[in-house]
């Protein structure tokens, strides 16, 4: 490892004894719950006892649409922002000036953790907006004494032109949306040793192990994941350390379980199902036990970072982004897995679900790396790979170079066209 991303803690609780920092989460698990349930909640004596309380759902969000949830005075939010809801109406979160505080240190926590120093140029082309990523991002930065430029989304061009004249050194964005900069970088006539870029900062969706390895090639920089949600505060639940071996869950702030997705039933350390985030210190919406829909684990063993909090492992995507065709379910990012392990397939592509009499019928559309490749032989190649991988034949069309839609923000990686 480089010295350069050395050991630096932003918080003391960040390394807290594992009993202590359980008897914090107890305590504030408490004060929660009493602010939720000021009345109907069974007595709390250890944390397991979280477990007999019930599940909170993105339903409840959208039934109680604005605002209906919030557990203070409408007045008392200083800003509200929302997730884009695929379904109809956004989901909308509410933040205290107390909430943005401790997100900004969160996220300054975060940062610290992945790398960036008081003094680093910030480079932040998440959108800013309703989206949590833009402001998440920024007001982390600032706390952390980093010199933050407010890009937000859009104009790959002026983006490139951006990095290359003020000398950003992380780039905050999703991962695709680092991949559309990454490809402006070349179309300007630059490589990554024209840019000045260390670190960047991706999240908001899944990235496989390959994506992430294009991307640090592409734009020459340490790739590190955040994760987080709008309704537990947006980016800054959890982040991945310079041991990237999974990404530390914010455990002050969030209390975390892993589910059956389908019983509902607690699943023991390591196995992977659907995170479930209980709130530990939010005062304008406070959540317990939400399901989260994503799939991943938990790993509680100690890390080489020196942080005692637990790390999310095997983030693959959400549970409604999980595809069942012909019986097999599969997840656009072992998709992913497969096309990037080949050198002349480019990294954008989508998978179009569809219906043929009662079969279904997937075709993974992708673009060729080069101008040289043919690309039929190409495709040929991947679907017998694929089959290989998933167990079902699917489609490969391998299309002109730009032809797969780019995002500026969150990738849409799945088209279903079956209803
Ligand atoms: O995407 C917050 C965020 C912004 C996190 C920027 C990190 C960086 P929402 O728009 O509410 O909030 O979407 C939350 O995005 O439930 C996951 O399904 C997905 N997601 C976020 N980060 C990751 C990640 C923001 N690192 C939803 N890996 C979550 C996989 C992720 N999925």
Partial sequence: ???????????????????????????????????????GAPALRSLEDVRRLPFSWKADLRDNYPFGLLAVPRERLVRVHASSGSHGKPTVVGYTRADLDAWAELMARCMTMAGVRRGMLVHNANGYGLFTGGLGFHDGAERLGATVIPVSGGFSARQAMLLSDLGGQVLC????????????????????????????????????????????????????????????????????????????VQEDHF???????????????GEQGELVFTTLAKEALPLIR??????????????????????????HGRRDDMLIVRGVNLFPSSVEHVLLGIEEVAPHYRLIVDREGSMDELTVECEPASDGVDREALAA???????????????????????????????????DRRS
């Fill in 173 to 248: 964005a999703t991962p695709s949306y680092a991949l559309v900069i990454a490809q402006a970088v070349r179309d300007a006539g630059m490589d990554p040793s024209d840019l000045q870029l260390e670190l960047g900062l991706f999240g908001g969706e899944p990235f496989s192990h390959a994506m992430r390895e294009q991307i640090e090639l592409e734009l020459g920089l340490r790739a590190v994941a955040f994760y987080g949600l709008s309704e537990m505060c947006g980016p800054g639940v959890a982040a991945e350390c310079h041991a990237r071996e999974g990404l530390h």
């Fill in 381 to 415: 190649r991947l679907e017998h790979l694929l089959r290989e991988h998933a167990g079902i034949r699917i489609g490969v069309a391998v299309v002109d170079p730009g032809a797969v839609p780019r995002s500026e923000g969150k990738a849409v990686r799945v088209v």
């Fill in 1 to 39: 490892m480089s010295a350069r991303f050395e050991r630096a803690i932003w918080d003391p609780v960040e390394q807290l004894p594992r009993e202590r920092l359980r008897e914090l989460q107890l305590e504030r698990l408490r004060t929660t719950v009493d602010r939720v349930e000021p009345l």
């Fill in 290 to 315: 939400y399901r989260t829909g994503d799939i991943g684990s938990v790993d509680g063993s100690p890390c080489k970072c020196g942080r005692t909090f637990a790390r999310v492992t095997g983030l």
């Fill in 255 to 269: 209390l975390v379980e892993v589910v059956d997705p389908d019983s509902g039933e607690s699943l023991p350390e």
